[in-house]
């Protein structure tokens, strides 16, 4: 009986104090499992509030727009982040994409689909998420879309449909993590392709993806979705890189 009775109250206070429950960024253990952070990441990951009105990414001056959207069209309305790419989350997203750390998806979603709430009134209604596309070489090579996943995950938080395979890669484009926004552009050009305008047209949009850098690949997408005749292209992502690069 006395057995019972403790092991009853042990699982009390493993509903009420779940153990094992980890900061996905860093593995340390946490006792708060609403984002699965410890105290020390929340701390590191929060927002700046000053940040660029058309991309979203962190600002260090008074102006509203980075250097980026001062001097380049964008074809997206708007985009944004909940996190910036660098330290741990940089860390984790490099995990998430190319160690196979899928389980990570959930995560990043949550605070993908509190950032949607937070400009819900700004962006409106929306009918679909589309993760953006990889080519099909590239994705057989890593397994997975890692935009895909986060837009499945992030579609069940806010009941927003995923539109998946209208969109296409059509060129397997070298990676982008080295090149300028001018080499962005080229390595861009004609790179997207959409199968079925008539499931675009007229509709309200959010491109989904895992990375903001310079925001190339997001507006490629939205152009060539608005030629199909989006009537909106909006962008969100995991994370965004830090906006002050004089090289974009």
Known sequence: MEEEIKDFFNRIVETLFPSGVTCFLCGEEVWDDKHVLCNMCEKEVKFPSKFCLRCGTPLHSLADYCLTCKNNKRYFAMARAPLVYKDKVAGAIKRFKYENKRYMAKYFAKFMAEEFERNKNEIGEIDFLIPVPLHE?????????????????????????????????????????????????????????????????????????????????????????????????????AATTDSEREDD
Not at 140 to 167: H, T, Y
Request: overall charge positive.
């Open 137 to 237: 070489e590239k994705e057989k090579e890593r397994g997975f879309n890692q935009s895909k996943l986060l837009a499945d995950e992030l579609s069940k938080m806010i009941g927003i449909p995923v539109l998946d395979g209208n969109l296409i890669r059509v060129k397997n484009t070298q990676t982008q993590t080295e090149l300028s926004y001018k080499e962005r552009q080229e390595n861009l050009e004609k790179a997207f392709k959409v199968l079925n305008w008539r499931e675009i047209k007229g509709k309200r949009i959010v491109l989904i993806d895992d990375v903001l850098t310079t925001g190339s690949t997001l507006s490629h997408c939205a152009h060539v979705l608005s030629n199909s005749g989006a009537a909106a292209v909006y962008a969100l992502t």
